[in-house]
């Protein structure tokens, strides 16, 4: 449970996750600038001298990634944000930070790809936030915030996870979350505590065991077994997968989808449900581990499945995967920036509804 | 059974010190690796820092230095050792932290984080071992290789005109202001050997000062990828090798320190 402030303030989602590492006992954080996060080092430079943490703007996110790593495995509570193009560049040293099971926070804002792309909003980087990114077999933990209130309480949420599972653990956020201003009530200051790190690099101290940390395992028969250690530990954290249902019990059209899409959904779903559709929709907040079950289940009692994403559709072959071929599956989505708006989903919906004959109350 | 010692009433004068593990080097035979890995490990005993030393093994030929030197370690991606030390310097500013790269891993795939980790003047020491070759995966061309020397991507020699000069990267280095302790060594003879240890030690000594970056070259033999024996590699080092990387001091702090 994460305790608040009781003021509420008007911020930007970027200054608010900031604001809230630095209430959760962040300790360094190392990234480059990028649109639209750059406010997130912006802010904690101003902030570092004041509070006393460690902020160095890095020579690229390559350095940054790997500053993370040492900082990580040195014991720190520690983080670096970006964007697309700049999360890409930082690949490889996830899938080191993941093989070497170090616990880290990484950001992407994401905008709209692929290439330099834009500087808009988008969801296209699910697949990348998910399945891995880098190369080998891994995952980091992702939560998907659709406010500026989950902006800052899923920092905490995500340095809790960090810890606890030995893993770096993604907020995937986007373009429009990072700029918008809402409506925040803060996570209070040092309400988080911090787990001992035996295992950290801080010097062998005297009959301690020396601690090395390593994404190196030559002898196949070493890498397969802490390649199941890992896969041990994605089973483990599937108990931590978080979502949120909307009128989901009596729903005809279901509809999926995460962070800012879910928000336009939301309101595609009151003007659906306006003119008499059974419409409800399904948040998964966090998207690896994917809410599979709860999906699963909820879809045995609806006629059809609406997935709407920022992108050329990502998620929807998870959902497709969860619901089996149960029930049809569609698919809305918008790229490069462009973001749907609830009108399109309501016509999308109205089709559906159409198509497949599903009755109106 | 008991053991009867092989030698008694003899002084102890030489042995392997408690920094470093019992584990035997991999290293080939006449490779500079294994002395510079034990007498950097000598001077961490001589400090008495063991407890407060974290080091950065690279990717390349001592990708396993961690499985020798009797430290804390973190083995970085290639290239990024700098970057990996940086921080764990940033977060743990009073312990003495090292970086122990080689040529491709120091001067081409992480030459951005060598360069910019010096220009911070970050307080960790960097040794960089120079070969002049990927030694790891067989033999290719490094940055450092000389002109015209015989590769396994340089099968011909390696052309100017083709894959550029040999990057003297400490040169470079040297002009940063964030440089505190620039030097060039050899370890192929007791003399060299003494100079760089002792060169180390300086090293470590300054990084107490937090007034910047301290860089040591050492300028090696590959006997395997330049396909001789150790004393051919010796030989050819000090004919060829030093000409182009000159031993000796290229930036001294101007304080006294004695």
């Known amino acids: 449970m994460i305790v608040h402030d009781d003021e509420p303030r008007l911020m930007k989602g970027n200054e608010a996750l900031a604001e809230a590492a630095i209430r959760a006992g962040l300790q360094a954080y190392f990234g480059y600038p990028i649109t639209p996060q750059s406010e997130i080092l912006e802010y904690l430079t101003v902030e570092a001298p004041k509070r006393g943490f460690v902020v160095l703007q890095a020579e690229s996110e390559l350095a940054a990634i790997n500053m993370v790593f040492g900082a990580s495995g040195a014991g720190a509570r520690v983080m670096t944000s970006s964007s697309s193009p700049g999360i890409s560049l930082m690949q490889e040293g996830l899938s080191y930070m993941a093989s070497a099971q170090l616990p880290a926070l990484v950001v992407n804002v994401s905008r709209g790809g692929p290439g330099l792309g834009t500087i808009q909003p988008a969801q296209s980087d699910y697949f990348q936030a998910t399945k891995g990114g880098g190369h080998g077999d891994y995952h980091l933990i992702v939560l998907a915030p659709s406010s500026v209130q989950e902006m ?76 199941l250690q890992l896969q041990e530990k994605y089973k483990k954290v599937q108990k931590e997968v978080r979502f949120e249902a909307f009128h989901a019990e009596d729903a005809e059209i279901l509809l999926v989808a995460f962070g800012l899409s879910a928000r336009i959904c939301q309101k595609a779903l009151e003007l659906a449900r306006e003119q008499g559709m059974k419409v409800g929709l399904l948040r998964p907040i966090t998207l690896y581990p994917f809410p599979s079950k709860v999906l699963s289940s909820l879809v045995q009692n609806v006629a059809s499945v609406l997935v709407v994403e920022m992108n050329a559709g990502q998620m929807v072959e998870d ?43 | 059974m008991d053991t009867i010692p092989a030698i008694t009433d003899m002084e102890l004068v030489y042995c392997r010190p408690s920094t470093l593990t019992d584990t035997p080097f991999h290293y080939c035979p006449g490779c500079s690796h294994g002395v510079v890995h034990k007498i950097l490990m000598e001077v961490v005993a001589e400090m008495g820092i063991q407890s407060q030393t974290v080091g950065v093994a690279p990717v390349g030929c001592s990708v396993f230095a961690y499985n020798y030197m009797n430290v804390d370690m973190q083995e970085a991606a290639h290239g990024r050792a700098s970057a990996v030390a940086t921080g764990i310097k940033r977060v743990l500013p009073d312990k003495f932290v090292f970086s122990y790269q080689g040529d491709g891993d120091l001067a081409a795939i992480g030459t951005g984080e060598t360069i910019h980790t010096v220009n911070r003047g970050e307080n960790i020491l960097v040794l960089f071992i120079n070969n002049g070759i990927y030694g790891m995966t067989g033999g290719q061309m490094a940055p450092t290789s000389l002109l015209g020397m015989v590769t396994s991507t340089t099968p011909y020699g390696r052309e100017q005109s083709v894959m550029g000069y040999p990057l003297r990267i400490t040169d470079l280095v040297a002009q940063l202001p964030g440089a505190y302790y620039v030097t060039r060594q050899a370890v192929h003879t007791a003399t060299t050997v003494r100079k760089t240890k002792k060169a180390i030690r300086n090293a470590l000594e300054y990084q107490k000062l937090k007034r910047g970056t ?3 070259e050492v300028v090696s033999n590959c006997p395997s990828g330049w396909k001789m024996t150790p004393i051919e590699a010796n030989n050819w080092m000090e004919k060829n090798m030093f000409a182009y990387y000159p031993l000796g001091d290229l930036k001294v702090p101007k304080e006294n320190h004695t």
Request: aromatic letters at 8%; glycine letters at 8%; proline letters at 7%.
């Open chain 2, 214 to 216: 301290c860089f040591i």
């Open chain 1, 152 to 227: 800052a309480d899923f920092v905490f949420d995500a340095f809790r996870l960090a810890d606890e599972y030995r893993n770096p653990v993604m907020i995937l956020a986007d373009g429009a979350l990072g700029q918008m201003m809402e409506k925040v009530t803060l996570p209070k200051a040092g309400s988080l505590p911090f787990t001992p790190k035996p295992w950290a690099t801080t010097g062998k101290s005297e009959g301690r065991e020396r601690s090395i940390i390593t994404s190196l395992f030559i002898q196949p028969e070493v890498m397969e077994r802490v390649n």
């Open chain 1, 319 to 361: 959902v497709r995967l969860a619901v089996n071929g149960r029930r049809p599956v569609h698919f809305k989505g918008r790229m490069g920036g462009m973001i749907p708006t609830p009108e399109e989903v309501l016509h999308e919906i109205e089709t559906i509804t159409e198509q497949e004959r599903i009755v109106k109350v």
